[in-house]
């Protein structure tokens, strides 16, 4: 199972979500959400929160960084 990026745009907020689908075996896997996390702060791209499941990470960024962070997010995912 590969991880699937999903944008969702909120017109009404000045925020947006990017959805990553993990698969069920990253549950065991440690340091997952501090890869991701990690690969923005080195973008200087501030997330204003966080919701997790164990097969979702959602990352909620000001709209102003949605296209830097589905880059990076992107760059991180193809390096894997």
Sequence with gaps: TGTVLRLMLDAGADLSA????LAPSTVQ?????YAILKCLAWQN???VDVVSTAT???IFVGSDDL???FAALRRLLLER
Excluded: K, Q
Excluded at 18 to 21: F, Y
Excluded at 29 to 33: D, F
């Design 29 to 33: 896997t440690p340091g997952v959400y």
């Design 45 to 47: 791209i501030n997330v």
């Design 18 to 21: 990017v959805i990553i689908r």
């Design 56 to 58: 979702e990470f959602t």
């Design 67 to 69: 296209d830097r962070t």
